[in-house]
């Protein structure tokens, strides 16, 4: 699901994660990344490396239902990662961490989707999160 804002939302009606440009690129792609699941919830600003390879691998993932497509960030605790089961299914698992060390903490959610998602992730993908030239 897109948001008229350009926001990705992907949610399995208990988990949401929400994926929203944060400024212009620099060292990445600045990023908002909003996640919940029942009482818990967090919102990281991230810098995402490589969405044009996201995208393509979510493509290759949409065209054969197997495989891996994952975005991480510059700040090295945050990572989206779908993954294909080969019969329609999707993993989707986001990982936040707050980046404190030596005691880092981490919020991960998982959640199962299907292969109807991506089409729409892969499109606000091109539209919102990579540069024109």
């Known amino acids: 699901m897109v948001g ?16 929203a440009p944060a400024g212009p690129p620099a060292l990445g792609f600045p990023t908002t990344i909003q996640v919940s699941t029942g009482p818990f919830s967090a919102v990281v600003e991230a810098e995402a490396w490589h969405y044009a390879r996201f995208r393509n691998a979510l493509l290759r993932l949409h065209e054969t239902l197997v495989g891996e497509a994952k975005l991480t960030f510059v700040e090295g605790g945050h990572s989206v990662t779908l993954t294909g089961n080969g019969r329609g299914g999707v993993e989707a698992t986001i990982v936040v961490g707050d980046g404190r060390s030596p005691c880092d903490a981490f919020l991960t959610i ?3 989707l299907d292969q109807s998602h991506l089409p729409d992730v892969i499109h606000a993908i091109r539209r919102h999160f990579l540069p024109t030239s």
């Open 110 to 112: 998982r959640m199962t």
């Open 4 to 19: 008229e804002d350009g926001r990705i939302i992907i949610t399995d009606g208990i988990s949401r994660l929400i994926l």
